[in-house]
């Protein structure tokens, strides 16, 4: 029997890395590229935690970097699941870099990946529903639906006249 | 004397990487996360190559990762400066994978990186105008700008109300 | 001002990982050098965490690698500080191995490891206090004395006939 | 026909290492995970010649790290059998660390592995004996019995009331 | 229908990258290793592309490294493949190193790579003519006989006294 | 005081690897560049522990790949110093692959690195001389001078007029 729902809280991956030193760019503080990389390993495991079967990187929306993080730091990923679609699932990341023997810490950068699920034979899966618990998870899974909208029309896939919950961009902070 | 401008062609980066085992997700094929981090680096000699200095990530675009990648496959990255914007540099960098043996070609993805130039103190640094040359160089050096304020806007940086270039979102594609 | 003491929470450090391709012996499984690899990271940044300074592996105890770990499987370490002893913090690392598809699931062994606060100059550190708050942080805190003086004579540098402690192995599990 | 007996020399295992940027801690030095990992891959490589066949790892006795190795040593891993079990393998590991431009040279430590011998289908399978040739190897030879027991008692296989061979931890140096 | 010839210019390969620590020696410069192991990269996708199958390394010619390569910078190969002998074809890479804020641009080697086609089965496959375009790419194409001998030579295949069009090595610079 | 000479023997490092998944090509088999990248590794530490300080690598010789190596396989790479000329030192490195379940052993291929002694301040610096002591030292010896030649001649820094060792070439074997 097919689970039908699953709580966001199931998902939840931590994973915590050191910058290493081939892991920065000549000022010594931690590049982009490779924060995308363990982001979209927390990622996929939250995906798979959700889903209970492999799941592949979709998409990934825009990501700013704020402030460099230090030679040395602690990085901590935080990964779950916001909602889910069909065979899909916006997944939630949040990074937080410290800098222990400074006493430096703070959140890093956060952003949203889309994984879908895929079966044993390559083709995609239904997934189970996300049901939010806390209310960062509500706020996370109303957003998820706008937020879906710009990555179709930024894709192609839809016209922007078709975007009803979008438009609240506008309006709202996303 | 500080260089004013520079040719788009002349940040030209070509990179080309061999899809390995370590790249892979459990069906073979080239993890989202591993292509970020080849395209924060070939993005990053692009805008070194523009700017004459260092630089650093300041955010990605949506990527979306449509097809997937077989092992072993050729991927060609290749980035550009698209525009300049006094200390920061949008670059384009698209991804070509190819099976050679399979004779399977195919644009894999692309997407839009800022960096932000540094000088050797660590701080943001002028960076000279980008200048078009081709037809695909002036379009997309046309949309930086309306690309730049959904940036802002996603970042919580700009009032949707002020971002006159992106309202063209939802009459033309992005 | 010094800070005198810590709760055993304030140590948790979580670490998932991927059992990729690289890290496997020709049968597919994880490798035990592997796992003590990414235990050393965790059970170093959970010594950061405790002492609030960097943190050197001085020891690790006996470990025992009992089922293998299938390609592909998600690795989750969890590790914390059990007791401290002057500069020196035994760490307790837990290792679980979770197929998600397959849906198996495991503790795949613990270990014990010893680390050595650091200060700027390189010289030990003394550390905070480590307060148990669960019954298994009590069961660690108790047991960690007769681990230590194992660790000791083991290392040469106590005489088993001065180990008190340790005389409870013969009546008590480790 | 099956082997059945090999002499010790049969499986040493040199593996020369240089220390690398990202092998070690913020102050330069080599990663204690870093050096099980090596470890171990020397381990299972002396495992392999002397079973003939390929080998996984089962468990790791106590290893202590008593002197930090600076950046840029040579790491030299010296690995053999010291005893056959049935189906497992006792191997002696002895790391020298050496900065050859500070002429400084010294035993870095020494650890105890013990392997499995697995068949094509992943079985265990019967390994030869393993005959001591010097003064060292027979010091080794004699005890891995003891060490085993030990060995077994930490890992709630055996009760230290069977442990015969082990009482002896009381009177002599392991 | 099989393809008999392929201009020389459908084999280029150019592949950046930077100079990480990880691949640097103790003075901070790039090690020879490194280069070669990215030489081996990007020549084997010159010779896939020319021969449109996967190809394997068959020799390497002396290489020399002339000037140091600073941490940081930037490293271009460009490969493309000479001459075709039957199975086999000549891949020439030219590495050049680039520290952009320092402003020093330099040919750091260059190098001659044969490699073999391979078809499904793992064995030897024909492969097309190549036909040089520019005057460098003839200039490539003439002496690609002469290397070849002294390979073989060099490689015990070939006796000195067969070697006709190595004898030039006495009068021309190879 | 300076060291005036030293033995072969004194510099023989031996190095056994893993050949493992991300060191491979399509079929599974050793890549070329990895294995050049290894010798490098191994010839540098040949050349620090016959010159007593850092060695960069000057130039490598041609090497021919000619059979392949099976996953799995381990490979032992043996260095030691041939000869010293005045700052540099040819390097003879010998590397046997061994499918140990497969009973299989062959020497894979050999080759010759060149490398110069560097003191603190970057600059090269005289080593000790290389005295032979077996039959295979002195026949490496006794080719070093006429290698050499090929060498200067390759790079373009000797006429083959010159070349007197050199001449041997058309008579014996290198």
Redesign the interface.
């Known amino acids: 029997m097919e689970i039908k729902s699953k709580f966001v809280s199931e998902s939840i991956?931590?994973?915590?890395?050191?910058s290493?030193?081939?892991d920065?760019?000549?000022?010594g503080?931690l590049?982009?590229?490779?924060l995308?990389?363990?982001?979209?390993?927390?990622g996929?495991?939250a995906a798979?935690?959700h889903s209970?079967?492999?799941a592949?990187?979709?998409?990934?929306?825009?990501?700013?970097?704020k402030k460099?993080i230090a030679?040395?730091s602690?990085i901590t990923l935080t990964a779950k699941v916001t909602r889910a679609f069909n065979t899909s699932m916006e997944i939630y990341i949040e990074v937080v870099a410290e800098n222990?023997?400074a006493?430096i810490k703070f959140i890093s950068n956060s952003a949203f990946f889309t994984f879908v699920a895929?079966d044993?034979n390559?083709n995609p899966r239904k997934v189970p529903e996300a049901i939010p618990e806390t209310e960062e998870d509500q706020v996370l899974y109303d957003g998820a639906l706008r937020r879906r909208q710009?990555?179709l029309?930024?894709?192609?896939r839809m016209k922007?006249?078709d975007a009803n919950e979008l438009k609240s961009?506008?309006?709202a902070?996303?």
Do not use: C
Request: net charge positive; charged share 15%.
């Open positions: 991956v931590v994973k915590n890395e050191l290493m030193p081939n920065t760019n000549p000022f503080n590049m982009g590229g490779k995308m990389y363990w982001m979209d390993i927390a996929g495991i798979q935690k209970g079967t492999v592949v990187t979709a998409s990934v929306d825009n990501i700013s970097f460099s030679p040395g602690v222990i023997p006493k895929i044993k390559g710009l990555r029309i930024l894709a192609g922007p006249a961009i506008f309006d902070k996303i």
